[in-house]
């Protein structure tokens, strides 16, 4: 398994040239699935990067397939208290590691941003945006209903892979 995943942005032609220098690299073009406008390139090889300006999450914990492809979802937490953090963390581990998997999610992983340890991601793969959309309204999603209100630092992104 995989310890860390790293990320950047840019524009297609930018993003494509960083993929054929390194062929050998297990690189996922995304686009973002609100705006269609916003690349990002995905280095899911655990390998040290080799982008000029990356940003890399430590996974924590993972459950789930190691195909990577579907619709990704990023959510944010951002700079929780320490009570917030201690509280996100048990929820999120007992989310990953013991709850049964929504239906049509493929993977997910808990991860913290590497320079600010107080950023967490959860990352998810599901089989359609509308798998992603239906969890959000059911009884798995609640423990992190509160940490997604107008208190916390919150936000989403979701994407679809590029194809060549």
Do not use: C
Not at 120 to 132: C, E, G, T, V
């Amino acid at each position: 398994m995989i310890t860390r995943i790293s990320i950047t942005f840019g524009t297609k032609a930018v993003l494509e040239t960083v993929i054929k220098k390194y062929p050998d690299r297990q690189m996922l073009l995304l686009d973002t699935s609100e705006k269609g406008d916003q690349l990002a390139l995905l280095d899911v090889s655990g390998q040290p990067s080799v982008f000029a300006s990356p940003v890399h999450y430590d996974i924590k914990l993972h459950r789930g397939t190691a195909e990577w492809r579907g619709f990704f979802n990023f959510m944010y937490f951002n700079n929780l208290s320490p009570e917030d953090q201690k509280t996100f963390n048990a929820k999120a581990s007992q989310f990953v590691k013991s709850q049964p998997m929504p239906d049509g999610m493929r993977a997910v992983y808990f991860m913290k941003e590497e320079k600010n340890r107080s950023n967490n991601i959860i990352f998810s793969i599901w089989d359609s945006a509308d798998d992603y959309l239906t969890w959000k309204r059911t009884a798995s999603f609640t423990p992190f209903s509160y940490f997604t209100g107008p208190l916390n630092n919150f936000h989403a992104a979701s994407y679809h892979q590029v194809n060549g």
